[in-house]
């Protein structure tokens, strides 16, 4: 199960949106550069033979093992609940993980200290896929992301972010 | 405290009732015994020809051996006022090294538990004693035992004794008759730290339930004496009916007051309204050495048969308040004392610099304070990690370490047993400023769930127990970088590589490792503390032990810090930091060179420091735990500013007025 806190904050008024996708790659060296999360880059991935709208690829943080996080309707939405696709590959072999004991999705907003008003599981598909539904992005601003793997005695992030904005 | 069953029968009416009926309540200060050396327990109880004596339980000192003392005249006769008490009998000297817990019978035997012997001790009326419990984790084996209570008929008879089994993460009950153990480890306890038995007035039977404060977890766990029935109130927090690390439990007209430590204040919750928080009372001490109802990090609680005292140990301040009873069901509202505000980011006990940055622990908020350095004075830049389990939260912070320019932070979590890395992002350029986005939490490992190659285990009588990390730090070995972590538990130093996988474990003999910190010469030194005194020892790159010095100066050391040729040893017990030269003969030890310290507020003077570290311009930051602060000196060891409590602060700054 995945964690956030539970802090409630009311009276958000859901403008116009737009969300500015970024990645945080889990290559230490790569993320030594600037204040924002380290590699932020962001992706307009709309491509007819592209990856999904919206998609974002991250390492984790020892390069063990990457994930693609889909949102529904390609985009994230500010104060509405919306679900997302994940999928998890070896890094090495490309393959789809299948060597761990848990997964766990969250997303905190490090500015301000808390995190999603609620937990979110992440939640195996058939197909080798994995669905978080419920999340809510219940504030404007930097949001990250964070896949969290165990794997025996050790657990391992990738992380990505998303500012949204007015 | 000890139940007895008539007592217990005085609860079994509805708690509205007993509201009504109660024109009292507990809570009115009438004094304070002081002298004491560290009392972390209190109970009421005989001692020789005197029916109700005050037993207490002290850690002491260099000067004093730790030990359990019972004391006269702790009664209303104190009149308010603060003094030393006479002793009656002490027992425990020289046989325990580390008590925790206290309880006393109708017929004065006494109950201790010892958190550095992982022992429960019963102490006869004439003074003999038995090892009732060792360390282990098996059913009737302890680790880490903090709090013990005792269940009495109203004949005397012994019915159970209870032991808050920390470092099992569990409550155990013995029963004196049968010589039977039952574990109960209900609703994932995680490091209980106090018991008591109590009734039930829901199902009319008496002293028939367990209340165990998670010192942890923080909250207050209540089941029946087989584990049933479990009911958990509070969780952490400083507001009214929230806890932060209780540190005592005990009961009287159908409550459970609860030694709410690390909110400085007394919480009185009524079990048989699912926890409702009754009164409270206590606040703060904000002034060093303040008393009088205001707390500093109160432990210990213990109320006598009548209901009519209570008595709260204060560890760090080296005393016990004393409290009787006062009119009104709860005490009259003091707007100027309110005793509300947000957790105490108290400074340390562990520090860590490199490259901009100075990293210390807060423990009550279960945060890192990030501080920039390149200043004349550090300035909080960054609060990182949180109050929880998932990555990037903490339980119980006991260790920290920055290395590579600032950029990597680990920090060593007891609550979780667990190792955390994050990357820092650094940038000597960044104009001085909040950042609250400093840091990306990496990885993780749990330590208990590590295997340490059991022919690399210490060849001791004692069993190898989960461990349970304290200090932290990197070195460089000849097979790369080595992650070394103080395991507190079975009391060697792990060795990780950098996927964070074992490599080794480094022994200390009988020593209790407390610090470590890379060696000026490479490898690694190592702090630690023993019953005849203190030790820094050095190893090499390659594990292997070099030297062992400073045992003729320390007593019982805790932090080190180490540049080029000098390495400093901080001593909370004596107030001191020691400081040791590196000679010019590699092969020989570092020599002891002198120090500096010595009790009270003013410049390198001190309250239990705790940790040192040395920033990139060579000087020393003095992690001043007890007096809310830190203190920095110069690279020639003068003193050079001071940071942390505004109040504990100036002191230093006025001896420039």
Known sequence: ????????????????????????????????????????????????DGPPKGQQRATSSRSTFDFTITPDHGSYPLNEPFGVTVELFDHTTGERLTEFSEATIDARMPAHKHGMKHDVELVPRPDGTYRAENMLFHMVGHWEIHLDVTRGAKVERAQTSVNLEF | M?????????????????QEERATHLGLYIGTIDALVRPVAVDFGPAGDVDRALWVAERGDTVTEPG????????????????????????????????????????????????????LFRFTADGEHEVVAGMGSGAGELLFPEGVTLLE????????????????????????GAETWTVLDADDLEWPSAVAFFGDASDGSA???????????????????????????????PFPSFVS???????????????????????????????????????????????????????????????????????????????????????????????????????GPVAAASGQFLATVSPESHRVTIHDVRGERPVKIAELFGFGRRLGAL????????????????????????????TLRVDPDETLRQRPELAIYEDAVRLDALEFPPDQRPDRERPWVAPLPGAVCTYESPNGTRIAVIDRANEVVLLLDEVLDPVRVLSLGPARPTGLVPSPRGGLLVAAAGRAGGHVFEFDATGTLLHEFGTDVLAQPAGLAARADRIWVTEPLRDRVEVFELTDDAAAPPEHVGGFGGRGLGRKRFHGPTDACVLG????????HGNHRGQIFTPDGEFDAGFGSRLYVAPLRAEDE
């Open chain 2, 617 to 624: 311009d060579g000087r020393l930051i003095v992690i001043d």
């Open chain 2, 245 to 347: 690390s209780p540190g005592g439990i005990d009961t009287t007209d159908g409550l459970l007051f609860v030694s709410d430590t690390e909110n400085h204040r007394v919480q009185a919750f009524d079990p048989n309204r699912d926890g409702r928080l009754d009164y409270r009372f206590g606040v703060h001490a904000i002034r060093p050495g303040e008393g009088a109802g205001s707390f500093h990090y109160p432990r210990g609680i213990a109320i006598d048969a009548n209901g009519n005292l209570m008595a709260l140990a204060e560890p760090m301040d080296g005393r016990i308040q004393v409290f009787g009873r006062a009119e009104g069901h709860v005490p009259k509202e003091d707007p100027t004392r309110a005793g509300l505000g947000s957790p105490s980011a108290h400074l």
């Open chain 2, 2 to 18: 000890v139940i007895l069953v008539h007592a217990a029968l005085a609860v079994l009416a509805p708690a509205v009732e007993l």
């Open chain 2, 207 to 237: 002293a028939s339930r367990v209340a165990v404060c998670d010192a942890s977890r923080h909250k207050v766990v209540t089941f029946a004496l087989d584990g049933s029935d479990v009911q958990t109130f509070s969780d952490w927090g």
């Open chain 2, 395 to 422: 339980r119980g912070p006991s260790g920290v370490w920055l290395a590579d320019g600032g950029s990597k932070l680990i920090v060593a979590d007891s609550g979780t047993r667990r190792l955390t890395r994050a």
């Open chain 2, 153 to 176: 008929s109203e004949d005397g008879t012994l019915r159970r004794v209870a032991v808050a089994d920390a470092g099992n993460g569990r409550v155990q009950l013995f029963d004196p």
């Open chain 1, 1 to 48: 199960m995945a964690s956030s806190s539970t802090r409630s904050v009311e009276g958000l008024v859901v403008g116009s949106l737009t969300a500015v996708v970024l990645i945080g790659c889990g290559d230490v060296d790569s993320r030594d550069a600037g204040d924002g999360p380290a590699a932020d880059t962001t992706t307009e991935t709309s491509h007819d």
């Open chain 2, 68 to 119: 359990l003392r019972a004391l006269d005249g702790v009664d209303g006769s104190l009149g308010g006022k603060t003094t030393t008490a006479r002793t009656l009998v002490r027992r425990g000297v020289g046989t325990l090294a580390e008590p925790s817990g206290l309880a006393v019978s109708r017929a004065g035997e006494v109950w201790a538990t010892d958190s550095a012997l992982h022992s």
